[in-house]
């Protein structure tokens, strides 16, 4: 099934983001092989040289390793992959937090509404 892409950003952009939250959630574990340019380009339904595009730029973040006999591996370095992961937790955070303040919340409004709306909230759910 293709991944779902916006046409409002380039999709490279898209995909490095889709892979990164892909790492950092463990959906690719350190150390894992990582699927060839071409398996991620069908799996996503975009030209190989978009995805190629994509995992330069993670190989130039240092989430990926390439390696002439074992292909592109996921990196060990967990510290990498915690930072990375806080960077983004912190931009969606940030984001969430000035929406709330905007629509009239105060502080304590949104943890209660945090509180309150987090069972309502299924994995995989809204987004």
Same mark, same amino acid.
């Given at each position: 099934?293709?991944?779902?892409?916006?046409?409002?950003?380039?999709?490279?952009?898209?995909? &490095? /983001? *889709?892979?990164?939250?892909?790492? &950092?959630?463990?959906?690719?574990?350190?150390?894992?092989? #990582?699927?060839?340019? *071409?398996?991620?380009?069908? /799996? +996503?339904?975009?030209?190989?040289?978009?995805?190629?595009?994509?995992? $330069? $730029?993670?190989?130039?973040?240092?989430?990926?390793?390439?390696?002439?006999?074992?292909? *592109?591996?996921?990196?060990?370095? $967990?510290?990498?992959?915690?930072?990375? !992961? @806080? @960077?983004? +937790?912190?931009? /969606?955070?940030?984001? #969430?937090? @000035?929406?709330? !303040?905007?629509?009239?919340?105060?502080?304590?409004?949104?943890?209660? #509404?945090? !509180?309150?709306?987090?069972? /309502?909230?299924?994995?995989?759910?809204?987004?």
């Amino acid at each position: 099934m293709a991944w779902e892409m916006s046409s409002d950003r380039p999709i490279y952009i898209q995909l &490095v /983001e *889709r892979i990164t939250r892909q790492i &950092v959630s463990g959906t690719y574990k350190p150390g894992d092989r #990582f699927p060839s340019v *071409r398996e991620l380009a069908l /799996e +996503a339904a975009v030209n190989p040289n978009t995805m190629q595009r994509a995992m $330069a $730029a993670l190989e130039a973040e240092g989430l990926l390793i390439t390696s002439r006999t074992a292909g *592109r591996t996921v990196t060990e370095d $967990a510290k990498l992959i915690e930072s990375v !992961k @806080k @960077k983004i +937790a912190t931009v /969606e955070y940030y984001s #969430f937090y @000035k929406s709330m !303040k905007e629509l009239g919340y105060s502080d304590e409004e949104i943890i209660r #509404f945090v !509180k309150e709306t987090k069972p /309502e909230i299924e994995e995989g759910g809204t987004s």
